[in-house]
Each structure stands twice: as C-alpha cells, then as structure tokens.
C-alpha cells in the first residue's frame, strides 16, 4: 500500500483549510527581499531565519519569516519526519524488507546528532556504507554483491538482516605542550552473524545522523560561491586544498555539486531525504524506486512501489528546507572574543569558513539573498590517516570529509543529551573533535595543542557559543 499524502491527513480539520492556503499561495507573486550586509551580525546565524531557542527544541523551529503555503508543507512533513514505519498494514505501510531504523526521528533526534554508540548498544543512529573497489555508472562507490550500498542490520520477519557490528573502543593517551594529558578514544569496528560471506575487498565507512537544521539555507548557497572557496592545488599555499564533490542527481539526470552528507554525497535536500527513506527504512520512492534489498535473497516485498508518495516526500525535504538556526550565545562575552580571535589565528577558519550568503531565489524568498555564519565551506578536505574511513565517494577520497557547519554546535548537549562529535561520534567534546584532526587539519590541531590552558578554554567556550 502507499503512504498517501490526503489519507494521512483524513479527519483533520485542517486539511480544507491548508489546501485553501496553498491554492491562495500559488497564485500569488512574492519577491525576494534585498538585505543588506550592514543588517547582519554574527548573532543572527541564519540570517533572518534565525531563531532565539536555546532550549531542547532548538534545533526544530520552522522559519520564523515563511509563506502560508511553506508553512502548510512544514507541517505535513514535521509529521511524516516522526511517523514510525512498519512492514504491512493502513499506516505507514512498506518498512524493509532491510533497515536500519523505522523513523528519521530515530537517527535526528529533536532534529540534532545521532545518539553515541558504545559498547554493547543497540545501533540505531550509526550506520554503515560499504562498497568495494570501482565506480557505479555515474562515478559513484560501487555496490557489494549480496548487500547494495549500505549494512542494514534489521529485517522485518520472515527475513534475514545482513550483519551486525559490534564496537569496541581503545584510549590513546598524550600531552599537550604545557604538560596537561588528555585521552581519545579510537573505535574498533567488528562484523559478525553476517549472512552471507563478505567480500575480501569490501570497504565500510561509519556515519552518524547528522543534525538537519538550516538545510535550506546551505541548498541556496550557489555553486558559483562554494567553487570560490576552492583550492584543490593549494596554489595561496596555506595548507589548504579544499575541493568540491561532483555527484550524480537523479532528478536532473546530470553531475552537479554535492553539499550534504559527510562526504558531500548528495546534491539537493530532496535526494538527501529520499535516499535516507530508501536506505535506512527500505522505503521506495520516485526518485528511489527500487528497494536497496533488490537482488538479495531477503528481498520479500508485498507492497506496491513507490511506497511513499511523491506529495509527501516533497513535504518531508520542505520541513527539513526550513528548519529555522538557533542565534548565537554570548557573542559580546571577552573571552569568547578571545576565542574567536584564536580560532582565526590558528587557522580553523580556513575550513571553517565563518559567513556565506545565499544567492537570490525568487521561488523560495524565505532563504534568498541572506548572509548566514554556518562555519563551513561545503568542500571536502583531507583530515588525515587517524580519521580515514579509506572509501571513496564520487570524487572524495578515503581521507576526505566534508566541512561539516558547526553552527548550533554548542546546543548539541541540550538538544541531543551528549557532545559526542566526527562522523563517527568518537570524541567525546570539542576538545577531543579538535585533536583528531590531521591532514590539512594538523597545522591548526598542533596550534591548538601548543595554546595555554586558558586559551584553550577560550577556543572551546567560542564553539559553545555557536
């Protein structure tokens, strides 16, 4: 059965209504405004979208300045994103035959981070891509017989999951230059009860859910802007070789700029979305109409394709377009000046890059024109050996990973309970997320590791205040 856009929302009230507002939407014209750079400061992290919440819900505010008609879709998808999925029945009907989890909500909590996994835990918000040697026919990580892109460790009954993993963790011990020790953990990676024989070759590649906050506003970013950022042959010899991932998007039928997952292997929000419902859920769609089980002997599937209808997948990619970024903390504190300072000097910036702005965009005015402190530059860089999943993606080798925005950053601990960062979760702070980085990392890492205590304290009090 599929998941229908007007049958979820039978018997609610607001159902006439909302489709009086889109109708009412539709037909109007809304221009862009033109906002000014002198209207901006570092408090405003997402620009007009902006939002003053620095409570456990800061990560799942809707646009404060949006349309009627985005606003209606914001809802329905806010829905879909918490609907739990199952195998068969009238309700959310399609789950599997594999998986990984049953909600987006399940891996995003409250919109933020995975939870950290350790040792003896179920793994729910931590999955694993996998592939072996070569490229698909669009360049991109080639499939392993038996198993497709991805490690699903949950099958519905009736059918075999693929593998479990089991994680383990060990203390690497040193010292910064002043003498104060400091400890990070390295994980060890296990499969077993596999059910077929895995590939000698095969290559995995550990993903924690990323927070889906201000999405939105980084599709808007042009590609012309992200290529400004671009040095891949390190030709201002800084150190830094930033590149852009070229990836394949389904709907255009064409190569354009990735910009979303760790590696940057997704083009658009939408494609985001459907493949995380094709992967992680087993769920089909237009854009993903196969299941990722095809082929395999767990492949049992009663349920028509697409298994979610295309209203309300579009829904689902809006309510993530435009989830609204908590303001800046403390911005005017001196001690967090002082760590902004040191963040500049050491070289943290030069990834991290601290404002964007968005290009213009007459058919969504909510995310045009706006200057935004996301603290990334949507390329990938080499971070070195330590943090090598040694899988390529597209364009991004086994050392690379995406600039991942830090804003709203320092909320993580309310919203999602830890502060467990990278993308595997391994480090523990900020601190610890700072001295795993290597490659084109190490310069700033070792920068890091040679300040004082206090000024050490300063850097990461900046980060909280993000």
């Not at 209207?39 to 003053?52: A, C, D, I, L």
């Not at 029945?89 to 987006?104: D, E, I, W």
């Not at 990735?258 to 929000?269: A, N």
């Not at 084109?440 to 909280?464: D, M, W």
Request: with cysteine.
């Amino acid at each position: 059965m599929r998941f229908d856009f007007m049958k979820y929302f039978s018997g609610k009230k607001r159902v006439l209504g909302g489709i009086i507002l889109v109708i009412a939407a539709l037909a109007a014209c809304q221009k862009p405004e033109t906002w000014n750079a002198e209207e901006y400061n570092e408090w405003y992290s997402g620009g007009k979208q902006t939002v003053w919440d620095k409570s456990a819900g800061a990560f799942s505010s809707i646009f404060p300045e949006i349309s009627e008609r985005n606003m209606f879709f914001h809802e329905v998808g806010d829905m879909a994103f918490e609907a739990t999925f199952v195998s068969s029945g009238n309700l959310n009907p399609g789950l599997g035959p594999l998986f990984n989890s049953v909600a987006c909500t399940s891996c995003h909590i409250n919109d933020g981070r995975g939870t950290p996994i350790g040792p003896g835990t179920q793994m729910v918000s931590l999955l694993f891509r996998m592939s072996i040697p070569g490229e698909d026919p669009h360049g991109g990580p080639l499939a392993v017989p038996g198993y497709g892109g991805q490690l699903q460790q949950n099958a519905i009954f009736g059918a075999l999951s693929e593998a479990q993993i089991d994680i383990s963790y060990s203390d690497v011990t040193s010292n910064y230059a002043d003498g104060t020790p400091y400890s990070l953990r390295v994980p060890t990676y296990t499969i077993y009860d596999a059910y077929q024989s895995l590939p000698a070759d095969v290559m995995l590649s550990p993903r924690i859910a990323p927070a889906v906050f201000g999405l939105g506003l980084l599709e808007a970013v042009s590609e012309s802007t992200i290529l400004e950022y671009e040095d891949i042959h390190d030709l201002d010899g800084d150190g830094i070789s930033g590149k852009a991932n070229y990836v394949w998007d389904v709907i255009a039928q064409q190569k354009r700029i990735g910009r979303f997952g760790w590696k940057c292997g997704q083009p658009t929000v939408l494609q985001q979305s459907a493949g995380a419902y094709n992967e992680d859920m087993g769920i089909t769609s237009f854009i993903f109409p196969v299941e990722s089980s095809n082929g395999q002997p767990q492949h049992i599937d009663d349920i028509p394709e697409p298994e979610i209808s295309d209203s309300l997948l579009y829904a689902v990619a809006d309510y993530v377009r435009t989830l609204a970024v908590p303001a800046r903390r403390d911005a005017d504190n001196p001690i967090v000046k002082q760590g902004k300072k040191l963040f500049i000097d050491i070289g943290c910036a030069s990834c991290h890059r601290p404002m964007m702005q968005t290009a213009v965009d007459v058919s969504f005015p909510e995310v045009s024109a706006q200057y935004i402190f996301p603290y990334t530059d949507l390329l990938l860089h080499d971070m070195g050996s330590e943090l090598a999943d040694n899988r390529p993606d597209h364009l991004a080798n086994g050392y690379e990973w995406r600039t991942p925005p830090l804003w709203g950053i320092g909320l993580t601990e309310i919203v999602n309970g830890h502060e467990n960062f990278l993308h595997d979760g391994r480090a523990r702070s900020l601190e610890e997320a700072i001295l795993w980085h290597g490659g084109e990392g190490e310069t700033a890492q070792n920068k890091f590791k040679n300040l004082s205590a206090s000024e050490r304290e300063a850097l990461v009090k900046f980060l909280r205040s993000l």
